[in-house]
């Protein structure tokens, strides 16, 4: 293992936090809309749904954490370098736009909004994995025409940059 552990390494715990966030929530979907059993007095929700969901609202609080600290640590040190700024503007706004709409679920979505706002925010959540990829070969894509140095894991620009 390189000199910054992995447990050290933020990226590695966003993408983790990430995927198991992404995953309970397309769960919860697939539970809330498609998957209903028959119970002792008729048709029912399964009994894994509320428990996919605290788990879904577990790692959301994670991810806000985490995307805290990201912004501090990667767009902040990014963003004067600008290697793929709308792809990286994008990402940076959808983890906003579900922490609204997670809010809105929570605390005020009533019976006539709430299959919008949970159709809006799954939407999102579905499409935030695919946009950071494309952030992600886009950036990595631009690496031969820019130079950049990294030291520990930060990136650090050198003044040359090739456009």
């Not at 209903?36 to 806000?64: C, D, N, R, S, W």
């Amino acid at each position: 293992m390189s000199k910054s552990s992995w447990y050290l390494d933020y990226k590695k715990w966003f993408y983790l936090i990430l995927c198991c966030s992404w995953v309970t929530g397309i769960t919860f979907f697939i539970f809330n809309n498609f998957i209903i059993i028959q119970g002792e007095f008729g048709e029912e929700k399964h009994f894994l749904q509320y428990p996919v969901l605290k788990t879904h609202g577990i790692f959301a609080f994670a991810i806000m954490v985490t995307y805290g600290f990201f912004l501090g640590a990667h767009v902040r040190k990014s963003w004067k370098v600008k290697p793929q700024p709308v792809s990286g503007i994008i990402v940076m706004i959808m983890p906003i736009l579900l922490i609204i709409s997670g809010w809105l679920l929570y605390y005020i979505a009533t019976d006539n909004s709430r299959q919008i706002v949970s159709l809006f925010h799954f939407s999102i959540g579905l499409l935030l994995p695919i946009a950071l990829i494309i952030h992600i070969r886009d950036v990595t894509s631009q690496k031969g025409k820019r130079k950049y140095k990294y030291r520990k894991g930060s990136l650090v620009t050198k003044k040359t940059i090739n456009l």
